[in-house]
């Protein structure tokens, strides 16, 4: 069964960066919409980012536009969520998502922890 791989999430402080990854053995990821999710306890999964399979053109949840950036990289058929300028509020398991042609899949997460 196909599954998402991310990786990069830890414990961070506030005012600094991480870098998600996604890799996705057994697809070809430039065919799919990608998108992150996030889910903080207690409340419900939110989208943060959508790459468009189309044109790679992003969108971002307004809680982290300007902070957050979305991209692919096709040679090694991996996407990437750079954080940056994280606040705790942003602290999370974050998943990243890809859907195609009735087709979806979603990571296993991975925890972004933001403390001082």
């Known amino acids: 069964q196909v599954q998402l791989v991310e990786s990069g999430g830890g414990l961070v402080q506030p005012g600094g960066s991480l870098r998600l990854s996604c890799a996705a053995p057994?697809?070809?990821?430039?065919?799919?919409?990608i998108g992150w999710f996030r889910q903080a306890p207690g409340k419900e999964r939110e989208g943060v980012s959508c790459i468009s399979s189309s044109d790679s053109s992003t969108t971002y949840a307004d809680s982290v536009k300007g902070r957050f950036t979305a991209s692919r990289d096709s040679a090694k058929n991996t996407v990437y969520l750079q954080m940056n300028s994280l606040k705790p509020e942003d602290t999370a398991v974050y998943y990243c998502?890809?859907?195609?042609?009735?087709?979806?899949?979603w990571g296993q997460g991975t925890q972004v922890t933001v403390s001082s």
């Open positions: 057994g697809l070809t990821l430039d065919y799919y919409s």
């Open positions: 998502y890809a859907g195609w042609n009735f087709s979806d899949y």
